[in-house]
T-cell receptor, first 114, second 109 residues
Framework: KAGVTQTPRYLIKTRGQQVTLSCSPI?????VSWYQQTPGQGLQFLFE???????NKGNFPGRFSGRQFSNSRSEMNVSTLELGDSALYLC?????????????FGPGTRLLVL | DAKTTQPNSMESNEEEPVHLPCNHS???????IHWYRQLPSQGPEYVIH???SNVNNRMASLAIAEDRKSSTLILHRATLRDAAVYYC??????????FGQGTTLQVKP
């Protein structure tokens, strides 16, 4: 089975722009979660989607949004980019979204905001 | 959400066992204990998880305290490829994974 894929792998944007990141989960997985990783804050949960519905949301401003499509692929969008949004954005998928389900992470998209 | 506490860093010699501790005193009855590790320039990788009983798999063992307020990840024979940041986290029915700062494991040859 192919693993979780994320596109693009690297991205450079300027302040004020918006960006859309894409995640393709492992085939058959219905839960997709997004995380932001920075040296200062570590790995922080952004949101989780299950069967096209957002089930959980972390403590991020409304500039961060996401969605999930019927094929379980997910996108996240960041509008009005700020310098502090520079980070590695990780997507993870799992069969289900409950406690025992293993999450499989993609390689991440590294976003640099100038 | 349950929080975890781990040592910032640990060192081990190659071929020796490593015990990575984690405190999770606020764990709820339905929270699973998960361990992930992250190698440089990669996304986190699943290691092991458990609920109440000790667990073994090909990568590691997980020892869970009887009161479930702490757990220990055991790497039976550390190799240089095991050098990574190890995260202990709880996952309940909300599906959230809350990562702490993790333990950076150094393995010396």
């Amino acid at each position: 089975k192919a693993g979780v894929t994320q596109t693009p792998r690297y991205l450079i944007k300027t302040r004020g722009q918006q960006v859309t990141l894409s995640c393709s989960p492992i085939s058959g997985h219905r839960s997709v979660s997004w995380y932001q990783q920075t040296p200062g804050q570590g790995l922080q949960f952004l949101f989780e989607y299950f069967s096209e519905t957002q089930r959980n949301k972390g403590n991020f401003p409304g500039r961060f949004s996401g969605r999930q499509f019927s094929n379980s692929r997910s996108e996240m969008n960041v509008s009005t980019l700020e310098l502090g949004d520079s980070a590695l954005y990780l997507c993870a998928s799992s069969l289900e979204g409950h406690g025992s389900a293993t999450q499989y992470f993609g390689p991440g998209t590294r976003l640099l905001v100038l | 959400d349950a929080k975890t506490t781990q040592p910032n860093s640990m060192e081990s010699n190659e071929e020796e066992p490593v015990h990575l501790p984690c405190n999770h005193s606020t764990i709820s009855g339905t929270d699973y204990i998960h361990w992930y590790r992250q190698l440089p320039s990669q996304g986190p990788e699943y290691v092991i998880h458990g609920l109440t009983s000790n667990v073994n798999n090909r990568m590691a063992s997980l020892a869970i305290a009887e009161d479930r307020k702490s757990s220990t990840l055991i790497l039976h024979r550390a190799t240089l490829r095991d050098a990574a940041v190890y995260y202990c986290l709880m996952r309940g029915n909300t599906g959230k994974l809350i990562f702490g700062q993790g333990t950076t494991l150094q393995v010396k040859p």
